[in-house]
């Protein structure tokens, strides 16, 4: 099955390319190898959320911050298929990393990242194993709760 007859079975829409906040664009192939660069969960050129995650009044939850990476998952699907001609050249999924802006006292950063790996797993099946780093950080850009960046193989 395509990777667009899979979204579209999921009733996965995939959202337009977030632009570049910075110097760099948002996805380079070489070889068979398309490397996105840190996405955002962007939705409408807005981040739905922003903050630490953590427990507790004016943090960000896991579950929220799960959904979040969820949406940079399907961020760096749109920027490597623009990057190569179209999602059915997407072939499978090598490497997700993932950062989780946390508070000191978090340590589900693996949990929140489970929310790009298995949106990842559900269009790309066994193709979409991978390998992946969930790391907590400080602070990210624009306060993003999450980022996530994806190696993807493609034909």
Known sequence: MSVAAR?????????????PLAAYIPAKAHGDVVQTSGQLP???????????????DGFVDAATAKHLARRCALNAIAAAADAIGGVDRLT?????????????????????????????????????????????VPVLPLDSPVEVEVAFTFA
């Not at 979204?7 to 632009?19: K, N």
Request: glycine share 20%; charged share 15%; hydrophobic share 45%.
């Open 92 to 136: 499978g999924v090598l490497k997700v990393t993932g950062f989780v802006a946390s508070d000191p006292a978090f340590t589900g950063q693996p949990g929140v990242i489970n929310g790009a790996s298995e949106v990842l797993g559900e269009i790309f099946g066994e193709a979409g194993r991978h390998s992946r780093s969930a790391v907590g």
């Open 7 to 19: 979204l579209a079975e999921l009733g996965i829409e995939l959202p337009a390319v977030v632009p």
């Open 42 to 56: 962007m939705v409408d050129g807005a981040l739905p959320a922003t903050g630490k995650v953590g427990e507790g």
